[in-house]
């Protein structure tokens, strides 16, 4: 039986590549991903574990923006390394002037996140997972 060991790219098409191009660039530039390839019309990033590329939309794909609730992509959380990450995560995100839909709160038990979209209304997400839980396990083995 095949066994999938993780996601290792993701691609979406954007509706003006220039402008999706500038903003992912400065994302991932702050998360820590650097272009992994380049091409006329597409442009992946790649942090050394995952890949997240962009094509332009076809011509009768960027008649209308994404909505939230169509069929296809609900949104895509990258998984940051602390909680401090993802406020850091924030603040760039407010420096940039780009749009959060949800700031930086505990959404369930020990997860913490971030929302924010990108310049076509895709939802996106920073967040952490169980620091609580990892802290309290270290200061009852120690």
């Known amino acids: 039986m095949a066994r999938v060991v993780g996601i290792d790219h993701l691609v979406i098409r954007v509706g003006d590549y220039r402008r999706s191009k500038a903003f992912y660039g400065r994302l991932f530039e702050f998360l820590g991903f650097e272009v ?24 009768q794909g ?14 895509y ?22 749009t959060i839909v949800d700031p930086a709160a505990e959404y369930y038990e020990d997860y913490y996140a971030v929302f924010f979209l990108d310049p076509d209304g895709l939802k996106l997400e920073g967040m952490k997972f169980g620091e609580r839980q990892q802290r309290a396990t270290r200061a009852r083995s120690a």
Request: hydrophobic fraction near 35%; avoid cysteine; charge should be neutral.
């Open 36 to 59: 992994s390839d380049e091409f006329e019309s597409a442009i992946g990033w790649t942090n050394g574990r995952t890949r997240f590329w962009i094509y332009p939309a076809d011509a």
């Open 62 to 75: 960027r008649k209308r923006r994404h909505r939230d609730g169509d069929i296809g992509f609900h949104h």
């Open 77 to 98: 959380a990258f998984q940051l390394r602390s909680r401090k990450d993802v406020d850091a995560l924030q603040a760039f995100l407010e420096t940039e002037g780009v």
